[in-house]
């Protein structure tokens, strides 16, 4: 099993008509890695807090819907967070956020995930918001230490980071945790640092995601592989990193003890992000979308 852990929101997303209209979708960087690897076909489970609220009700039935295991979701009564993206000509998202007092915060420090877990996925806003983002931390020191395959995308949402130098600071301390680091180009600029600095603090390969450019890993062992996007219609790209998490949790989970085969392994991810940026939210696809 993969354990996914982090918020579920509700994204408001914008609708060309009429103006300024809203569309409620179901969001949150970890919440969409847990639904598209349920489509993928994967055995997951969704590790947050969710509001008792209607919105918080309907996230989880999406979650349902995907087969994803929700025995390790806690639930409480405050609202759910809302984020507003807004989109540029060419779909790319930019975020606000309504987050004080919501559930997602709330989250605590569950017991040891289950010996079956294999791989353990984190990021986006659970890590920047307290006091859940200290249990998330713990969350993922806890079971790298267990040997778990661990994946960190930090997805980085500049309007909630107060301090950067802080957040900066506390990156570099995840990653001797982390087994895979798996960056956009805006999150590896404003972060500032580079590949091999972040290869050598811990993780076994750095997956950079590059929009229409594609995909590249940079491996420990000094190897670089690099797979093309999908000439698509782009309707927006809400979604479409988190689709690479998933695809890249998916494969690497099934290669454990197994050399990586990381050209496949990245031709699978930039298939399953283009097929999510064809639709409006994050949309991510299903197994046998992937297969034909």
């Given at each position: 099993m993969i354990v996914v852990g982090g918020e579920a929101l509700i994204d408001l997303v914008p609708l060309a008509q009429p103006p300024g209209a809203?569309?409620?979708?179901?969001?949150?960087?970890?919440?969409?890695?847990?639904?598209?690897?349920?489509?993928?076909?994967?055995?997951?489970?969704?590790?947050?807090?969710?509001?008792?609220?209607?919105?918080?009700?309907?996230?989880?039935?999406?979650?349902?819907?995907?087969?994803?295991?929700?025995?390790?979701?806690?639930?409480?009564?405050?609202?759910?967070?809302?984020?507003?993206?807004?989109?540029?000509?060419?779909?790319?998202?930019?975020?606000?956020?309504?987050?004080?007092?919501?559930?997602?915060?709330?989250?605590?420090?569950?017991?040891?995930?289950?010996?079956?877990?294999?791989?353990?996925?984190?990021?986006?806003?659970?890590?920047?918001?307290?006091?859940?983002?200290?249990?998330?931390?713990?969350?993922?020191?806890?079971?790298?230490?267990?040997?778990?395959?661990?994946?960190?995308?930090?997805?980085?949402?500049p309007a909630l980071i107060a301090d950067p130098a802080l957040y900066r600071a506390r990156f570099l301390g995840w990653l001797p945790y982390v087994s895979v680091l798996k960056l956009s180009e805006e999150d590896a600029a404003w972060l500032g640092g580079r590949v091999s600095d972040w290869l050598a603090a811990g993780p076994s390969a750095v997956v950079l995601t590059r929009g229409a450019g594609g995909l590249t890993v940079w491996t420990r062992e000094g190897a670089e592989h690099s797979a093309p996007s999908h000439r698509i219609s782009v309707v927006d790209t809400i979604g479409a990193g988190d689709t690479v998490n998933a695809a890249l949790l998916h494969r690497l989970s099934g290669m454990a003890g197994q050399p990586v085969d990381w050209p496949g392994v990245l031709a699978y991810a930039a298939h399953a992000a283009a097929l999510t940026c064809t639709r409006a939210g994050a949309e991510p696809p299903y197994a046998a979308e992937l297969s034909g």
């Open positions: 809203l569309l409620p979708r179901p969001g949150g960087g970890p919440y969409n890695t847990a639904l598209a690897l349920g489509r993928l076909g994967a055995e997951v489970a969704f590790c947050s807090r969710v509001s008792t609220d209607g919105l918080g009700e309907s996230l989880l039935s999406g979650l349902r819907a995907a087969g994803v295991d929700l025995s390790l979701v806690q639930r409480g009564p405050e609202p759910t967070t809302l984020a507003v993206p807004s989109l540029a000509p060419d779909g790319s998202a930019a975020y606000g956020f309504y987050v004080e007092g919501t559930a997602d915060r709330l989250f605590t420090l569950p017991p040891a995930l289950p010996d079956g877990v294999r791989a353990l996925a984190l990021g986006t806003c659970s890590l920047l918001l307290e006091p859940g983002a200290s249990a998330y931390e713990a969350l993922l020191r806890r079971e790298s230490q267990r040997g778990l395959l661990t994946l960190l995308d930090p997805n980085i949402r």
